[in-house]
C-alpha cells in the first residue's frame, strides 16, 4: 500500500484527476489553494501580484501495480513538460502501514 502526494500548479488539476479517473482511482483528496514554494516552478502565493497557486492531490493506493503506474504516468507528464516548470508536478510516495475506513 502506498501514500502518494503531488502537488502542482492549478492549471494542471484537470489533467491528474482525469488520469486518475481513467485508471480507476477513487481514494484521493484535493486541496485547493495551496500557497507553497516548489524547487522548479515559481512560488504559487495567491497574492494580488499573482493568481498562480498550487493545489495538492493525495492518493491512497492499495494496489502496488497501480501505485507503480500512477507514478510512471506522473514522470511522464513531467517529462513532456521538462521545458514548462509551470507544469511540472512535485511527486513523492511512500509505504502506507494503515489504510482503513471504519
Known amino acids: 500500500m502506498n501514500f502518494i502526494y503531488c502537488t502542482c500548479n492549478a492549471a494542471m488539476l484537470g489533467r491528474i484527476t482525469d488520469t486518475l479517473e481513467t485508471i480507476k482511482?477513487?481514494?484521493?483528496?484535493?486541496?485547493?489553494?495551496?500557497?507553497?514554494?516548489?524547487?522548479?516552478?515559481?512560488?504559487?502565493?495567491?497574492?494580488?501580484?499573482s493568481r498562480e497557486h498550487n493545489v495538492t492531490i493525495t492518493m491512497q493506493i492499495t494496489d502496488s501495480i497501480k501505485s507503480k503506474m500512477i507514478l510512471n504516468i506522473f514522470r511522464n507528464i513531467n517529462k513532456e513538460n521538462a521545458g514548462n516548470s509551470d507544469k511540472m508536478l512535485t511527486v513523492c510516495s511512500w509505504e502506507m502501514e494503515n489504510y482503513f475506513i471504519d
Open 25 to 49: 482511482v477513487k481514494n484521493y483528496q484535493v486541496a485547493d489553494t495551496i500557497i507553497s514554494q516548489d524547487i522548479k516552478g515559481k512560488p504559487g502565493q495567491n497574492t494580488d501580484d
